[in-house]
């Protein structure tokens, strides 16, 4: 009985079609909630007073990779959102550079697991 049912063309084709779905379905799922890495951001933002710098201060953030795994490949930006006075549903976003020469973002090639990264923000170059 099963053979002369998928014997069938159409039957065939939509069988595969549902295993496709399914199958990629489940490898999207996979990808995206489980071999994900886990950073952790430092809830505060280093200010250190120092000469080098237009603003007197060197802002630095510090993240963590809290998962099992090595991140690779990672690429930072940093965002600065304030909300605007006069329209208060509006917020203002301004990008802050991550290196003297004014990138806006910043490559790692590796993390390792428990490892931590410091990055400093250039505020005093902000445009």
Excluded: C
């Excluded at 329209?87 to 490892?115: C, H, Q, S």
């Amino acid at each position: 009985m099963i053979e002369t049912l998928l014997a069938n063309p159409l039957v065939a084709q939509l069988l595969g079609l549902l295993v496709g779905l399914f199958t990629s379905f489940f490898s999207w799922w996979v990808l995206f909630h489980v071999v994900v890495p886990k950073i952790e951001f430092s809830p505060w933002i280093s200010k250190l007073p120092t000469q080098d710098d237009g603003s007197g201060y060197r802002h630095r953030v510090k993240f963590k990779n809290v998962g099992r795994r090595k991140i690779v490949d990672l690429q930072v930006t940093a965002r600065l959102a304030v909300r605007d006075l006069v329209f208060k549903d509006t917020w203002n976003a301004v990008y802050i550079p991550l290196n003297r020469e004014g990138e806006r973002m910043y490559d790692m090639p590796a993390i390792a697991p428990r490892g931590e990264r410091v990055l400093r923000l250039f505020v005093s170059e902000v445009r």
